[in-house]
């Protein structure tokens, strides 16, 4: 399912009658209607980050729904697309934040990869359509899998940008873990309370006092 060791911690997820039940109807949303991100994609952030490597978790609400943006992970554009106001806004609050300079180019493939998982709670939508998936059912995996990542003995950051995300605080329990959250990145919040939250400078401190190699920030452009 996803080739790596989220299918071993998530086999009874898989292997039960209400999965399969619940795929078929995400799978009859895609031949009716054109639905983002591509059907192949939409495990991409579990397939990006084994539940070894999760050392960071960006809660996102559901997929961008404009053509050819969403790929399966939160935040992130495919290569080529215009850079969405949201994640222009991360981009700026990163570049004051640690000094880097702001890419050109929305793919945040490169964090997934430094153990950075970018989780939306929705996994689909159809083009357009802004939360048109959000009764389907996506909530119930996308919990537990916050709660299993809450059950890691090593440190993790989860970082809670909105309302809609803070709303996932209640499943983060374990007291090992650090919870970063603020306002919304959006254009219409981000003035209250986003810039000026450091939550990339943040996250590296967390995880050097804990003694796990901080996650490169760095994106390159294209």
């Known amino acids: 399912m996803i080739g790596n060791d989220w299918d071993e911690i998530l086999a009874s997820v898989w292997n039960s009658p209400g999965f399969e039940k619940f795929m078929t109807k995400v799978k009859a949303e895609y031949d009716h209607f054109v639905c983002f991100p591509k059907f192949e994609n939409i ?29 399966g992970l939160s935040f992130s554009v495919q290569r080529g697309i215009k850079l969405p106001p949201s994640l222009q806004n991360i981009f700026k609050e990163m570049s004051t934040d640690l000094g880097l300079p702001i890419p050109n180019c929305g ?25 048109s998936h959000k009764d389907l059912g996506w909530q119930l995996l996308t919990d537990h899998i916050i709660k ?27 007291k090992k873990h650090l919870v970063i959250e603020s306002v919304h990145p959006s254009p219409l919040s981000a003035y209250n309370g986003f810039f000026g939250s450091r939550p990339f400078s943040r996250v590296n401190e967390f995880l050097k006092k804990n003694k796990i190699k901080e996650v490169d920030f760095r994106l390159p452009n294209y």
Request: with cysteine; hydrophobic share 40%; aromatic share 10%.
């Open 148 to 174: 299993l990542i809450n059950l890691k003995e090593t440190p993790v950051v989860f970082i809670l940008w909105g309302g809609y995300a803070r709303s996932k605080k209640k499943f983060i329990t374990n």
């Open 107 to 131: 793919d945040l493939t490169p964090w997934e990869h430094e153990g950075v998982l970018l989780l939306n709670s929705i996994l689909s939508v159809r083009k357009d359509s802004p939360l």
């Open 43 to 71: 495990f991409n952030a579990l397939k990006c980050t084994p539940y070894k490597d999760v050392k960071v978790v960006i809660i996102g609400q559901d997929p961008y729904h404009g053509e050819g943006e969403a790929h």
